[in-house]
């Protein structure tokens, strides 16, 4: 009997899959954390993640052969991006401790409003005037989810939009490291970033005696981070991003349900108006840029 071949859409099925799980990845380990630093200080939980993170990166540079690139991590390129990354999930981690997790995620999830603003004034890209108004859209967007004028406003919303700007900052940085450095050395560079930032809050924080669940539950965490980023990867390479991206938007699903099922937090309906504007200028950005990368690809085209 004849076997059936793949079918040429399926590369397109498998990334979207990966991305739903490095979704679902992200938004546990976010759950797991969030519930660890019950009862450890943010800093103690933010470098034993980090350590373990870091050493499962390397297990996996060591059985792909990346060790030996490991010396470009000191690239300046790199190096500037693992601070801003640092900077940016310690921000993003310290709210996720004191938001509930659906809002911080939606938050987060903000990133792609803060790059097309830096791209314009850093960078000197264009944007049209319907790309503007997405962002408006967008920043409308978090300030429903954050509500600087109701009871779910405090500090630590704010600190959740820097830490959202930094990863901005973050990811333009990534599009001008050399495609030549391998994704897991430059994750591992974060990792190490991220746990000296954690260590240093121990300075003041203080360290609390650690439980085998306190490290069972980090171990997970820096398991299922790790899994996300190779997902992630993994579904980069098998379609375009204008294919994926909108598939990430799953982790909200994900934090909705685990922020409701551990913790009973149910977002009100400014902030569901909030993450549905995030959710429509992002994805209008994803395709505005689809369109853009095609008009640019058939001007270089030679006509037939």
Same mark, same amino acid.
């Given at each position: 009997?004849?076997?059936?071949?793949?079918?040429?859409?399926?590369?397109?099925?498998?990334?979207?899959?990966?991305?739903?799980?490095?979704?679902?990845?992200?938004?546990?380990?976010?759950?797991l954390v969030k519930?660890?630093?019950?009862?450890?200080?943010?800093?103690?939980?933010?470098?034993?993640?980090?350590?373990?993170?870091?050493?499962?990166?390397?297990?996996?540079?060591?059985?792909?052969?990346?060790?030996?690139?490991?010396?470009?991590?000191?690239?300046?390129?790199?190096?500037?991006?693992?601070? =801003?990354?640092?900077?940016? /999930? @310690?921000? &993003? %981690? #310290?709210?996720?401790?004191? !938001?509930? $997790? +659906?809002?911080?995620?939606?938050?987060?999830?903000?990133?792609?409003?803060?790059?097309?603003?830096?791209?314009?004034?850093?960078?000197?890209?264009?944007?049209?005037?319907?790309?503007?108004?997405?962002?408006?859209?967008?920043?409308a967007g978090v300030?429903?989810?954050?509500?600087?004028?109701?009871?779910?406003?405090?500090?630590?919303?704010?600190?959740?939009?820097?830490?959202?700007?930094?990863?901005?900052?973050?990811?333009?940085?990534?599009?001008?490291?050399?495609?030549?450095?391998?994704?897991?050395?430059?994750?591992?560079?974060?990792?190490?970033?991220?746990?000296?930032?954690?260590?240093?809050?121990?300075?003041?924080q203080g360290w609390?005696?650690?439980?085998?669940?306190?490290?069972?539950?980090?171990?997970? =965490?820096?398991?299922?981070? /790790? @899994?996300? &980023? %190779? #997902?992630?990867?993994?579904? !980069?390479? $098998? +379609?375009?991003?204008?294919?994926?991206?909108?598939?990430?938007?799953?982790?909200?699903?994900?934090?909705?349900?685990?922020?409701?099922?551990?913790?009973?937090?149910?977002?009100?309906?400014?902030?569901?108006?909030?993450?549905?504007?995030?959710?429509?200028?992002?994805?209008?950005?994803?395709?505005?840029?689809?369109?853009?990368?095609?008009?640019?690809?058939?001007?270089?085209?030679?006509?037939?």
């Amino acid at each position: 009997m004849p076997t059936s071949s793949p079918t040429p859409r399926s590369p397109a099925r498998r990334a979207i899959v990966l991305m739903v799980g490095a979704s679902a990845c992200f938004a546990t380990n976010d759950a797991l954390v969030k519930f660890v630093s019950q009862s450890l200080p943010s800093g103690q939980v933010i470098l034993l993640r980090s350590l373990i993170a870091a050493a499962l990166i390397l297990l996996v540079a060591r059985h792909t052969g990346a060790t030996r690139q490991l010396g470009l991590a000191r690239g300046p390129r790199v190096l500037w991006r693992s601070v =801003a990354d640092a900077f940016g /999930t @310690s921000m &993003y %981690l #310290l709210s996720l401790f004191h !938001l509930p $997790l +659906a809002n911080a995620t939606a938050i987060n999830l903000a990133a792609p409003v803060f790059m097309t603003v830096l791209a314009v004034l850093l960078l000197g890209e264009r944007a049209s005037a319907a790309r503007w108004s997405a962002v408006g859209l967008g920043f409308a967007g978090v300030l429903a989810v954050v509500q600087p004028t109701g009871d779910g406003f405090n500090a630590w919303a704010l600190l959740c939009v820097t830490g959202t700007l930094l990863h901005a900052v973050r990811d333009l940085l990534t599009r001008r490291i050399d495609p030549a450095v391998p994704s897991l050395v430059i994750a591992l560079s974060s990792a190490v970033a991220l746990g000296l930032f954690g260590g240093a809050m121990l300075l003041w924080q203080g360290w609390r005696p650690v439980a085998w669940w306190h490290l069972a539950l980090l171990a997970a =965490a820096a398991s299922l981070l /790790t @899994s996300a &980023y %190779l #997902l992630l990867i993994g579904s !980069l390479r $098998l +379609a375009e991003i204008s294919l994926t991206a909108p598939f990430r938007y799953s982790s909200l699903l994900f934090a909705v349900l685990l922020g409701y099922g551990v913790w009973g937090h149910v977002p009100n309906a400014w902030a569901w108006a909030g993450i549905a504007l995030l959710v429509g200028s992002g994805l209008y950005m994803v395709y505005s840029e689809r369109g853009r990368s095609a008009a640019a690809q058939a001007l270089t085209q030679p006509p037939e």
